[in-house]
């Protein structure tokens, strides 16, 4: 192993500047890149760590449809999997979908799955459909649902929130507020790709 | 990472206080914070086990919702006189509050209860000081 400070010897520098005040320097300095090393390691680390735990999470959830069949999210798995927490009573999200909808039959054969999770009552989901139908799986969440996605990184518990993950099950993006269409196809792009 | 709208959560958004003004009546209020607005009618008060409390509720600025049809929403502060089921004066009665709310950046919060103590005055007395309400959160329970 090659740790910073081996590869950043004293002897790499002029000879003149290799003082005993230097050479303090030299030792603070890099026991401060050492440091910064590990934490930014660390961080990274960390980041993959909550990605998969994140991701896993989420295949892991089971809620009911809107017929009360549980549905387990794992059946996607391999897939570009889009779970969209919305609520009838959230003008935003009503807003955002239609963007889903056609995204999901444009993609849907290369693997793009989307999933929609309603923090919200059964009996406003289904008359919600009923007028504006949506081509991918409604699940019901309820309120509780929110926690769900405060676990995953919405903090405000805000609405719409959406989460992508990839074809490994790691979470590739999540998105509080709506999912811009440019912002989706690319994405998209990289994930297919 | 793209950027995501700074918000602020619903408790500061929509800061509730609230005083009685006599042994009978409250008077709730909302400041709502800019770039965002309350729904009229997502808008509830109970004390203990009551049901709804009888709500004087401003007219708010008509909205049209595709789905919900004509909606109310009020933005800066609302002022709310609130029914007492019964008169309770000189007792400290436990508010609670049930609004619902959206940010012009894009996003909208879930039912958010706030709760709050107020100190009713007795028959004739000066009405209470408005008091802000807390940060709990009924319904993670």
């Known amino acids: 192993m090659t740790s910073p400070a081996d590869r950043l010897s004293p002897d790499a520098l002029p000879k003149g500047e290799r003082t005993a005040v230097s050479r303090r320097t030299f030792v603070v300095a890099s026991a401060c890149v050492a440091v910064a090393a590990v934490a930014a390691g660390a961080a990274l680390f960390r980041q993959r760590n909550s990605r998969a735990r994140d991701g896993d999470a989420v295949l892991a959830t089971v809620l009911p449809d809107l017929d009360g069949r549980e549905t387990p999210l794992a059946q996607w798995r391999g897939k570009v999997l889009i779970v969209n927490f919305w609520a009838t009573w959230c003008a935003p999200c009503r807003e955002e979908m239609p963007q889903f909808v056609a995204v999901q039959s444009r993609d849907g054969a290369k693997g793009v799955q989307f999933v929609g999770i309603a923090v919200d009552q059964v009996d406003k989901v289904r008359d919600y459909v009923k007028e504006v139908p949506i081509n991918y799986p409604v699940l019901i969440g309820g309120f509780g649902a929110i926690e769900l996605s405060k676990a995953l990184g919405n903090e405000l518990a805000a609405l719409p929130f959406t989460i992508v993950l990839d074809k490994h099950g790691g979470v590739a993006h999540t998105q509080l507020g709506q999912l811009k269409s440019a912002q989706l196809d690319h994405l998209l792009a990289s994930l297919l790709a | ?141």
């Open chain 2, 1 to 141: 990472m793209p950027v995501q709208p700074k918000l602020l959560p619903p408790d500061q958004a929509f800061r509730l206080s609230a005083r009685a003004l006599d042994p009978t009546t409250i008077e709730a209020r909302f400041d709502v914070a800019d770039g965002y607005y309350l729904y009229r009618d997502r808008i509830h008060f109970t004390v203990g086990s009551s049901g709804d409390l009888p709500a004087e509720l401003p007219a708010g600025v008509r909205k049209h919702d595709e789905f919900f049809g004509d909606v109310e929403t009020y933005r800066g502060p609302v002022v709310i006189r609130v029914a007492l089921p019964s008169a309770a004066p000189g007792r400290t009665l436990t508010l609670h509050a049930d609004s619902q709310g959206c940010a012009d950046a894009g996003v909208c919060y879930p039912p958010n209860p706030q709760t709050l103590d107020v100190d009713v005055p007795v028959a004739g007395g000066k009405p209470g000081a408005f008091v802000e309400a807390g940060q709990k959160k009924r319904w993670f329970k």
